[in-house]
């Protein structure tokens, strides 16, 4: 849309305008496309905003921040609903404060609070990497398997860093319910099927112990 990004002390600011944008291409475009290639594939999906029946309230980071928000709670009711009633629901992370505006909430975070919310099985959080490497430069290191405080203590040392830390924290939150979470390359062909269905899987899991 031509709209330079602004940033304060390394994180995006969401402006009025910033915030309809993110909102036409989330729940206008993204949103649609998944819901349509689920449709190609025999099954039935739904698009929702977080908005919708105010299943992601939330409040403002900060006033320097613009409209960036933090998940306050999740309303399950509207996907359970849907899910009952044959359908997958495809959530855009547009979230809502208590005046009813809308709010720009990190995505990974919102999964990791809906997955808590819902106490769901399992978590699955795709990106472009394999999952968690140790040295960000060797897709060989690879960690297919950690617990909750050895994550945090990646993410203290640094070898966690980046976008990877949402994904992480949004994971950590959702095992506190009992979920367990995987992180995998969302390009990877099969890659959901080959984490869940073979023993050494292709990512990496999450989990407290037992």
Known sequence: FGKKPTFVKGLRVTDDETLEITRMVLVGNVNHRIVSLIGKHGAKGIGL????????????RSD???????????????????????????????????DGNSLNINADIVAGEIARALSAKRLLILTDVDGILRDIRDPNSLITSLKPEEALSLIEEGTIDGGMIPKVHAALRAIEAGVKCHII???RDHSIFLELFTDEGVGTMIEEEG
């Open 49 to 60: 905003s977080g908005k919708d029946g105010r299943l992601i309230e939330g409040e403002k």
């Open 64 to 98: 320097e921040l613009g409209w960036v928000g933090d998940v306050t709670s999740i309303n399950p009711e509207i996907l359970e609903i849907t899910s009952k009633a044959g359908y997958i629901p495809v959530v855009s992370p547009i979230g809502v404060d208590k």
């Open 185 to 187: 390359n969302g390009k």
